[in-house]
């Protein structure tokens, strides 16, 4: 199966483009959902976080506890590194499981931080979306009904357009036209692979 990996920063419309390959009938595994639902249903997952962040990591419910999860982490970069090397291999295996099950020319993994997580050699091919950091300010803003400056703050945290550019396969610029073009046209680069 060939697997390809989908990122961009926030706000670039990455999201938007793995439903137009869906719609080409490409299945797509969003990891950060598939994150969230294993951290929930999976009981070794659980244990290991409970082992590094305290019980309190977790509702009584056996939902994860978000704020005492973020307090913890977002000031200990140390801990954030140790909880990723949690959670990502486990979301890896899982990537891999489900890609398995897939009758599909190819596959494709949605994940913000491919880049910056430095697994760009588990795919056969990096597609990256980008867009003028403006308008991906306004997008999330408009998104996420939140402030220019919280949006700016989360854009430090990954890697700029500048660095990914060079480390991906195809780029595409999200900036509101061709899309459907440049998306199409990458699909059947794809198809070649096979």
């Keep these: 199966m060939i697997k390809i990996g989908l990122t961009g920063g926030i706000g670039s419309g990455k999201s938007y483009v793995a439903k137009k390959f869906e719609a080409l009938g490409i299945p797509v595994y969003y990891a950060d959902a598939r994150a969230k639902i294993l951290m929930y249903r999976s009981p070794s997952l659980k244990s290991e976080i409970k082992n590094l962040l305290g019980k309190e990591a977790y509702h009584n419910n056996g939902r994860l506890n978000r704020p ?32 398995d099950l897939q009758k599909a020319p190819y596959v494709l993994e949605e994940s913000a931080i491919i880049f910056e997580s430095k697994i760009q050699a588990r795919f056969d091919k990096v597609i990256l979306v980008t867009a003028d950091k403006a308008l991906r300010i306004q997008r999330v803003v ?48 794809i198809l070649k692979l096979k």
């Design 68 to 99: 005492v999860v973020a307090q913890k982490i977002f000031n200990d970069k140390k801990l954030l590194k140790k909880l990723n090397g949690i959670v990502h291999p486990a979301v890896y295996h899982d990537f891999v499981a489900w890609a």
């Design 142 to 189: 408009k998104r996420d009904r939140t402030n220019p400056e919280q949006i700016k703050s989360r854009m430090k945290n990954q890697l700029s357009d500048e660095k990914k550019i060079p480390l991906a396969d195809f780029v595409i610029y999200n900036n509101g036209d061709n899309l459907d073009e440049e998306i199409l046209d990458i699909h059947n680069q």
